[in-house]
Each structure stands twice: as structure tokens, then as C-alpha cells.
């Protein structure tokens, strides 16, 4: 089970707050639709070059590549993008016609035409035959008054429900009989798209479990919404590979890479890595107990000896020990393959527990992936997240001396007794050596301004509050998100 007891109250949780915006956005007639060498984290602080606040290493950074570089999106003229303003339905149907006419998508049949006049739309406005195309096509559809409301906000279901009519997916929405929302009803009109767009990858669920069809989205995730689902439609309508866009995360230390999903949070441990979607909802703690809607991942290596080399010996070994461990649970083995090496898949289905052993060849190593998700709303949705992730964990041979790991890790121990212990942050800045405060909040908690300092040996944010030199908290990478 690879659980460890927490001493004292109080232990690092260095974690790794991947970028939070969901997707990105488009210009309409001028207005923007829109080293060290133990832990690194691949373009943890790259430069913007796409829009001035748009970073490389955002979620939906290739999306919007994708659109600026088809001619379907630009940006405002100082090169920003601006994200996180919603979208009109007006300027989300320029972006789906802009991208159906240049992709040669756009459905054939015109079922209405001429098409139908809105009052509210005038014939001289920027975006008048967008919606007029749409509305030739069928893709979208005014109100029973006679309006469109043009500058009203788009709604996630009414979003999903336009792009893939103007990709011309033949969704099936007669007799849907499950549903994966707890929020959206049998017989609701937008429960085909949406479940359909679950079953892709185009959308997830919130962390509270729900889709929220209601909700404005933002100029971001319009476009990573059209991203997606153009990528399902070139792939014969496969499911989205969400790992093509998680970050690739490091560990030389402990001999491994993996692709971290979005907004989970990467704790580093002398030992073992933890990644640890939290459980906001019901306010989980921390990540040794497992919470109805969270989910970990435990990656560490283990040295091998001479006769687990074989992997039917080995494997042999870890499924007599899993039935020793669940003697009463039904527990299912696969022998399978991971980065090209021999694995061994394990899952009890009843406790939402996944296990990966994998041999490494000529270094008598394995890799152990443990993961465990909540039996939630979020279980099936966390199980193919967790086996993207453990998927993607691969071999690092490490380029650190045994004496350089043992001073990490006694730093790392270091830095953890340190963690909410008044007085302590002088001592550990100035061991760690190169630790630099590259940003300050000036207010602070209400005893006094809070330091952020990076290092990057450590590759480390260590977040101190300066009058009692206490260190509140410590995270991967250069973050100021705590």
C-alpha cells in the first residue's frame, strides 16, 4: 500500500499547482475571442511566446497554437490574449464557422435558406453572417420571440451542442439511458452532447462531480473545446488524449518521468513521488486517506534482486502478495507493457485501487506505480486519468552520485521538520544556498509580508513569513499559488 504515518503535524507537501485556466480563445473586428537536477518540471517557467499572457506551459497553450497557426484566431494589438473573458454566442459562432469553412467541415445540407432574420441581429454587424450561416446550417437556432441575443454569453451545452453540429458528428441522442452527471436529467436535450463529450475526453467533470451545462465559458475553453473535438473527429471520433497535454515532470532522484494531470498537485518525498488531486469539496486534509472525490498516485523505484530480474518470478512474487493483502477481494492481473518494459497491471475493482510494477531492463530496478482513486462520482473518470498518467511513467537513469542523493534527501528531510516551526527559515535559506526571493506579498496573513523564494538546485518554492521566519508551506517549481 506504500503509506507513510505523518510525525509531529506537520510535513512539506511539495506540491506543483499546474496552471488552473481550463483552455483558450479568438479576435473578433479587433476584440480578442477569445537546473536543478533532482526535481524539474519540463517548462515550468517558459517564456510567452503565443500571447504576452498566454505562458508555453499553460493547458491550453496547444490549443490556441493550433487555432492562431490555422488563421482562426489573433490576439489584441499588445499581444495579449485574454484568456479568461467569456464568449458571446455571437463571437463562439465566428469561431466555429471561421474554423468549419477553412477546415472544409461545415455540413453540406442547407436547411434553411434563405435563412432565418433576427430582429436583434443588424445586417451591418460584424458578426451578422456568421450568424446567418449558422442559422442556414441548422447549427444554431434564435428564440421563439424572434431575437438571437447575439452579446448574450455562450452556456457549455449549448457550446457543445453548435460544434459538433458544424463538424457534422452524428451524435446519437435517442435512447441514452445512463447518465454520468448528477446534475443532468434523462431526457434533457443536452444529456447526448454532453455525455458524448464526456466519453471523448472534450469535457470533464467539475470537482464536484457535475458538468454544470449552464455555466458561461470562458474564450479560453471555447477554443480548446473546437481543439478537441476537431482532434476526435480526424481520429475516427477516438477518444482526446488528455496526457498530449499535461506536463512532463521529472525526477532524476528517484529514476522517473510522467505526465501530470492538470491542477494536480506533485509532492516529492526522499523516497517516493506523490501526485494528489485534492478532495476541495469535502475539504480532504491531506493524501494519505483517500476522499469520495480525490485520487493519488504513489511513483517510486526499488533495486531488484538477481532472481526478480525474471518477470514471472517477480510478478509471481507481487500477485501472492496482493492476494495475501486482499484475500477476500476480487483482484484482477494483466501482464502488459509500459515505456516499452515488461509491467504488471493489479486492480481491486472494489477499492478503486491500481497497481503497476514495472521491470526496468539492465538496471535491475522496477518502478512501482500505486494509485487509488475515492469511490465517488469522479471513479471513472479518475481511472482513465490514472491510467494515462501511470502510462506514461518512464526509466531515468540518474546522473547523481549516491553522496549528492544522500545530501537531497537529508536536505529535503531538513526542509520538512522545518515546516511550520517558528525561527526556522534563516538556518534552512541559508543551507540551501542558492534560494532567491523572486516575489513578495507585502500584506501577507496578518502577522507580516510573505517571501517566495526559488531554488532552483531544489527546483523549490519556499513560501516564509518574514517577521517570525516561520516557513508556512513549500511547493515544486517556481509558484507563487499556493
Same mark, same amino acid.
Given at each position: 500500500?506504500?503509506?507513510?504515518?505523518?510525525?509531529?503535524?506537520?510535513?512539506?507537501?511539495?506540491?506543483?499547482?499546474?496552471?488552473?485556466?481550463?483552455?483558450?480563445?479568438?479576435?473578433?473586428?479587433?476584440?480578442?475571442?477569445?537546473?536543478?537536477?533532482?526535481?524539474?518540471?519540463?517548462?515550468?517557467?517558459?517564456?510567452?511566446?503565443?500571447?504576452?499572457?498566454?505562458?508555453?506551459?499553460?493547458?491550453?497553450?496547444?490549443?490556441?497554437?493550433?487555432?492562431?497557426?490555422? $488563421?482562426?484566431?489573433? *490576439? +489584441?494589438? =499588445?499581444? !495579449? &490574449?485574454?484568456?479568461?473573458?467569456?464568449?458571446?454566442? %455571437? @463571437?463562439? #459562432? /465566428?469561431?466555429?464557422?471561421?474554423?468549419?469553412?477553412?477546415?472544409?467541415?461545415?455540413?453540406?445540407?442547407?436547411?434553411?435558406?434563405?435563412?432565418?432574420?433576427?430582429?436583434?441581429?443588424?445586417?451591418?454587424?460584424?458578426?451578422?453572417?456568421?450568424?446567418?450561416?449558422?442559422?442556414?446550417? $441548422?447549427?444554431?437556432? *434564435? +428564440?421563439? =420571440?424572434? !431575437? &438571437?441575443?447575439?452579446?448574450?454569453?455562450?452556456?457549455? %451545452? @449549448?457550446? #457543445? /451542442?453548435?460544434?459538433?453540429?458544424?463538424?457534422?458528428?452524428?451524435?446519437?441522442?435517442?435512447?441514452?439511458?445512463?447518465?454520468?452527471?448528477?446534475?443532468?436529467?434523462?431526457?434533457?436535450?443536452?444529456?447526448?452532447?454532453?455525455?458524448?463529450?464526456?466519453?471523448?475526453?472534450?469535457?470533464?467533470?467539475?470537482?464536484?462531480?457535475?458538468?454544470?451545462?449552464?455555466?458561461?465559458?470562458?474564450?479560453?475553453?471555447?477554443?480548446?473545446?473546437?481543439?478537441?473535438?476537431?482532434?476526435?473527429?480526424?481520429?475516427?471520433?477516438?477518444?482526446?488524449?488528455?496526457?498530449?497535454?499535461?506536463?512532463?515532470?521529472?525526477?532524476?532522484?528517484?529514476?522517473?518521468?510522467?505526465?501530470?494531470?492538470?491542477?494536480?498537485?506533485?509532492?516529492?518525498?526522499?523516497?517516493?513521488?506523490?501526485?494528489?488531486?485534492?478532495?476541495?469539496?469535502?475539504?480532504?486534509?491531506?493524501?494519505?486517506?483517500?476522499?469520495?472525490?480525490?485520487?493519488?498516485?504513489?511513483?517510486?523505484?526499488?533495486?531488484?534482486?538477481?532472481?526478480?530480474?525474471?518477470?514471472?518470478?517477480?510478478?509471481?512474487?507481487?500477485?501472492?502478495?496482493?492476494?495475501?493483502?486482499?484475500?477476500?477481494?476480487?483482484?484482477?492481473?494483466?501482464?502488459?507493457?509500459?515505456?516499452?518494459?515488461?509491467?504488471?497491471?493489479?486492480?481491486?475493482?472494489?477499492?478503486?485501487?491500481?497497481?503497476?510494477?514495472?521491470?526496468?531492463?539492465?538496471?535491475?530496478?522496477?518502478?512501482?506505480?500505486?494509485?487509488?482513486?475515492?469511490?465517488?462520482?469522479?471513479?471513472?473518470?479518475?481511472?482513465?486519468?490514472?491510467?494515462?498518467?501511470?502510462?506514461?511513467?518512464?526509466?531515468?537513469?540518474?546522473?547523481?552520485?549516491?553522496?549528492?542523493?544522500?545530501?537531497?534527501?537529508?536536505?529535503?528531510?531538513?526542509?520538512?521538520?522545518?515546516?511550520?516551526?517558528?525561527?526556522?527559515?534563516?538556518?534552512?535559506?541559508?543551507?540551501?544556498?542558492?534560494?532567491?526571493?523572486?516575489?513578495?506579498?507585502?500584506?501577507?496573513?496578518?502577522?507580516?509580508?510573505?517571501?517566495?523564494?526559488?531554488?532552483?538546485?531544489?527546483?523549490?518554492?519556499?513560501?516564509?513569513?518574514?517577521?517570525?521566519?516561520?516557513?508556512?508551506?513549500?511547493?515544486?517549481?517556481?509558484?507563487?499559488?499556493?
Amino acid at each position: 500500500m506504500d503509506k507513510k504515518i505523518l510525525k509531529n503535524g506537520a510535513r512539506v507537501i511539495v506540491g506543483f499547482w499546474l496552471m488552473c485556466a481550463v483552455f483558450g480563445g479568438v479576435i473578433f473586428d479587433g476584440a480578442v475571442f477569445g537546473a536543478g537536477q533532482i526535481f524539474n518540471v519540463q517548462s515550468a517557467q517558459a517564456a510567452n511566446t503565443l500571447f504576452a499572457d498566454v505562458s508555453n506551459d499553460t493547458r491550453y497553450f496547444m490549443s490556441l497554437s493550433y487555432l492562431k497557426n490555422l $488563421g482562426v484566431i489573433s *490576439g +489584441y494589438p =499588445d499581444m !495579449t &490574449f485574454k484568456p479568461n473573458n467569456l464568449i458571446t454566442r %455571437a @463571437e463562439f #459562432l /465566428k469561431l466555429i464557422m471561421m474554423h468549419a469553412g477553412i477546415k472544409n467541415t461545415r455540413p453540406k445540407t442547407i436547411l434553411f435558406d434563405p435563412p432565418p432574420q433576427f430582429s436583434d441581429v443588424n445586417p451591418d454587424a460584424w458578426f451578422a453572417k456568421y450568424i446567418s450561416d449558422a442559422a442556414k446550417f $441548422g447549427i444554431a437556432k *434564435g +428564440y421563439s =420571440d424572434g !431575437t &438571437f441575443h447575439p452579446t448574450d454569453n455562450v452556456k457549455l %451545452a @449549448e457550446a #457543445l /451542442k453548435m460544434v459538433y453540429l458544424a463538424h457534422a458528428i452524428n451524435v446519437p441522442t435517442i435512447n441514452i439511458r445512463e447518465n454520468p452527471f448528477p446534475d443532468l436529467f434523462i431526457g434533457h436535450w443536452a444529456l447526448p452532447y454532453a455525455k458524448f463529450s464526456w466519453e471523448k475526453n472534450v469535457v470533464l467533470m467539475d470537482s464536484d462531480s457535475k458538468l454544470h451545462p449552464e455555466k458561461n465559458i470562458t474564450r479560453a475553453e471555447a477554443a480548446e473545446i473546437l481543439y478537441r473535438v476537431q482532434q476526435v473527429s480526424s481520429k475516427l471520433l477516438a477518444p482526446f488524449d488528455l496526457s498530449s497535454e499535461w506536463e512532463l515532470y521529472e525526477n532524476s532522484s528517484q529514476n522517473f518521468s510522467v505526465r501530470v494531470p492538470w491542477d494536480w498537485q506533485i509532492i516529492p518525498e526522499s523516497t517516493r513521488t506523490v501526485l494528489w488531486q485534492k478532495d476541495a469539496i469535502n475539504k480532504q486534509p491531506d493524501y494519505e486517506y483517500i476522499s469520495p472525490l480525490s485520487a493519488k498516485i504513489v511513483i517510486r523505484s526499488t533495486a531488484l534482486a538477481d532472481d526478480e530480474l525474471k518477470s514471472n518470478v517477480y510478478f509471481e512474487k507481487i500477485k501472492s502478495f496482493s492476494k495475501q493483502v486482499f484475500p477476500t477481494q476480487e483482484t484482477k492481473f494483466e501482464e502488459t507493457t509500459i515505456g516499452g518494459q515488461s509491467a504488471l497491471y493489479i486492480k481491486v475493482p472494489s477499492k478503486n485501487i491500481y497497481n503497476w510494477y514495472v521491470i526496468i531492463k539492465d538496471a535491475k530496478k522496477a518502478l512501482i506505480v500505486y494509485a487509488e482513486a475515492g469511490i465517488g462520482g469522479l471513479a471513472e473518470q479518475f481511472e482513465k486519468i490514472i491510467k494515462l498518467s501511470a502510462g506514461s511513467v518512464k526509466y531515468l537513469a540518474s546522473n547523481l552520485t549516491p553522496e549528492q542523493q544522500a545530501q537531497i534527501e537529508a536536505l529535503i528531510a531538513k526542509i520538512s521538520a522545518a515546516v511550520n516551526v517558528e525561527g526556522k527559515s534563516k538556518e534552512i535559506i541559508k543551507e540551501i544556498s542558492d534560494a532567491v526571493i523572486f516575489e513578495t506579498d507585502s500584506i501577507g496573513i496578518g502577522t507580516g509580508p510573505v517571501d517566495y523564494y526559488y531554488s532552483k538546485k531544489l527546483n523549490l518554492t519556499i513560501k516564509v513569513e518574514r517577521t517570525s521566519k516561520t516557513i508556512l508551506a513549500t511547493r515544486g517549481g517556481k509558484t507563487a499559488k499556493f
